[in-house]
Nanobody, 126 residues
């Protein structure tokens, strides 16, 4: 019913680009702040980017600033993450989720109110 579906992951070489998509079903995505998160083996989940539902403000983790861009297409009920200049350390499963916000300069979600997709794998390797 209410679900998010990520797509666009794959294998790319360092310096390459990918565009991830987060498509919503069962709700209107533009009513929500939407965030991108990632998790690599042996590491905690990291907030990558967040786009607000009000003024469209965007936020990025320091590790991706200048390389990643989050955007929204309301007509398609989809949020995107354009990833450029990819590095091996960007390798992870990427998830999108509802209700992101910024806490102590970290992108997080509202616990108990968040919806998550199943993720899409991004592998950056030569």
């Amino acid at each position: 019913q209410v679900q998010l579906v990520e797509s666009g992951g794959g294998l790319v070489q360092p310096g390459g680009s990918l565009r991830l998509s987060c498509a919503a079903a069962g709700f209107t995505l533009d009513y929500y702040a939407i965030g991108w998160f990632r998790q690599a083996p042996g590491k905690e989940r990291e907030g990558v980017s967040c786009i607000s539902s009000s003024d469209g403000s965007t936020y990025y983790a320091d590790s991706v600033k200048g390389r990643f861009t989050i955007s929204r297409d309301n007509a398609k009920n989809t949020v995107y993450l354009q990833m450029n200049s990819l590095k091996p350390e960007d390798t992870a499963v990427y998830y999108c989720a509802t209700d992101c916000y910024i806490r102590e300069n970290t992108i997080v979600v509202v616990t108990g109110m968040d919806y998550w997709g199943k993720g899409t794998l991004v592998t950056v390797s030569s």
